[in-house]
């Protein structure tokens, strides 16, 4: 287990902290979605995360309050089995990964938008389409998610990657008040 703490420079602010699941199968980019949120990178070297790394990286949300996210990012291999585990208790939220090159991957993506909220009931998900950047202009088009909104990201690029993690953070805190 990897931590690593990031802020964005909220100075003299008390913060509120939320726990988000960055969830996915494996090589859909999670890490660098991650990544590019917290240190604005993108390494074309691939690693793949061993049980989870955690990160906190303090936003501000649109009501000027500060929010620290502690993001959980976890292993593609563990499945729908993550939502049942230790990693997952007290989770406030859910930022499910597919892949735009692998459409397989998008079943994968519902079965896991679908647990977290059979699971974790009234906790917010948001549902992630990253690798954009590498189909055919049209080709990553979604309809919505059984009624959940997708966004489409690119961690190469940074398009939709702070829009998706803070979209998440609004959602939470809006069903905290």
């Not at 074309?44 to 501000?60: A, N, P």
């Not at 949300?61 to 049942?84: A, C, H, K, M, N």
């Not at 007290?90 to 597919?98: D, E, R």
């Amino acid at each position: 287990m990897t931590i690593l703490n990031q802020s964005e420079s909220l100075p003299h602010k008390s913060c509120s902290a939320v726990k988000i699941m960055l969830l996915g199968p494996i090589g859909v980019g999670k890490t660098s979605l991650l990544r590019r949120l917290v240190f604005d990178t993108f390494s074309y070297d691939y690693k793949t995360t061993i049980g989870v790394d955690l990160v906190s990286y303090d936003v501000e949300l649109q009501d000027g309050r500060p929010l620290r996210l502690v993001i959980w990012d976890t292993d593609g291999d563990f499945g729908e089995s993550i939502l049942t585990s230790s990693y997952a208790a007290g989770a406030s939220g859910a930022l499910v990964v597919g892949d735009a090159t692998r459409p397989q991957t998008l079943a994968r993506m519902a079965l896991l938008l679908d647990g977290f909220e059979r699971t974790m009931p009234r906790r917010p998900t948001c549902a992630v389409l990253n690798k954009v950047d590498l189909v055919a202009p049209g080709a990553a088009e979604l309809k919505p998610f059984g009624g959940r909104p997708v966004i489409q990201a690119s961690a190469q690029t940074g398009r939709g990657v702070r829009k998706a993690f803070l979209s998440l953070a609004q959602s939470i805190q809006r069903d905290r008040n």
